[in-house]
């Protein structure tokens, strides 16, 4: 299905007017530019504490 949403829209690219495909392409470049540009996500390792045995108590 994906790859059907992109060659309809490389298509649609291609038979569109010049100056409007340009300001496309230049469009979806600074979007490209943005993402590369958000701060990654690092991982994170979590603080697990073992869970207490059955009848333990905490107090």
């Known amino acids: 299905m994906r790859n059907l949403i992109i060659a309809s829209m490389v298509f649609f690219l291609l038979y569109s007017n010049a100056s409007f495909r340009s300001n496309t392409i230049k469009a979806l ?4 530019n943005f ?3 958000l701060p990654k996500e690092e991982k994170f390792e ?5 869970k207490l045995k059955q ?3 905490t107090y």
């Open 46 to 50: 979590k603080n697990v504490q073992p």
């Open 55 to 57: 009848g333990s108590s």
């Open 29 to 32: 470049q600074s979007i490209t």
């Open 35 to 37: 993402i590369k540009e």
